[in-house]
T-cell receptor, first 116, second 114 residues
């Protein structure tokens, strides 16, 4: 079975600063994919970034980067140059095995608040 | 292009009633997923369709829940004899065979069972 753990309480960051949102995972599948989604107060889940278990480099998408530490089973999201619009819930999710359309297992999420 | 749409956006019903929730996926997406999100939690998987068939229904909590996708596009989640514990936001997502197979989510249907 797959498990995603997000234990940080609500996070606060000053506008224009960087913030790291933690995610640890557990799976027995050697091939898996890790996703981060953003959920603003409107409720819609927005895909941010993907990391495959066999990817040699950490994923980056604009201001988002993923600090992937496979041995520690962690996939932390780093948001650089925070903006007020980054205030939202952030969910880490896993699909295992990867390469196929299959379900996502989500963590409980982290609330991020960006202060002006 | 249009994203995933879900109707209704809000549904209030009484305990014991039957409800249907509709999902219209992104055109051309062959995979469709239903999730349920309770307050303060992440989405929990219910069922996944590949085309018209249910490829994985392991997340359906009991036989009161059923979903169909008869033509491989629109899907309907059906809940019989609703209970107060069914109150949640029901999210639909669709995906295509791309590099990440990421799922694109709809805005959800908020179901309240009184």
């Amino acid at each position: 079975a797959q498990k995603i753990t997000q234990t940080q309480p609500g996070m606060f960051v000053q506008e224009k600063e960087a913030v790291t949102l933690d995610c640890t995972y557990d799976t027995s599948d050697p091939s898996y994919g890790l996703f981060w989604y953003k959920q603003p107060s409107s409720g819609e889940m927005i895909f941010l970034i993907y990391q495959g278990s066999y990817d040699q480099q950490n994923a980056t998408e604009g201001r988002y980067s993923l600090n992937f530490q496979k041995a520690r089973k962690s996939a932390n999201l780093v948001i650089s140059a925070s903006q007020l619009g980054d205030s939202a819930m952030y969910f880490c999710a896993m699909r295992a095995p990867t390469g196929a359309n299959s379900k996502l297992t989500f963590g409980k999420g982290i609330t991020l608040s960006v202060r002006p | 292009g249009a994203g995933v749409s879900q109707t209704p956006s809000n549904k209030v019903t009484e305990k014991g009633k039957y409800v249907e929730l509709r999902c219209d996926p992104i055109s051309g997406h062959t995979a469709l997923y239903w999730y349920r999100q309770s307050l303060g939690q992440g989405p929990e998987f219910l069922i996944y369709f590949q085309g018209t068939g249910a490829a994985d229904d392991s997340g359906l909590p009991n036989d009161r829940f059923f979903a169909v996708r008869p033509e491989g596009s629109v899907s309907t989640l059906k809940i019989q004899r609703t209970e107060r514990g069914d109150s949640a936001v029901y999210l639909c997502a669709s995906s295509f065979q791309g590099p990440y197979n990421e799922q694109f989510f709809g805005p959800g249907t908020r179901l309240t069972v009184l």
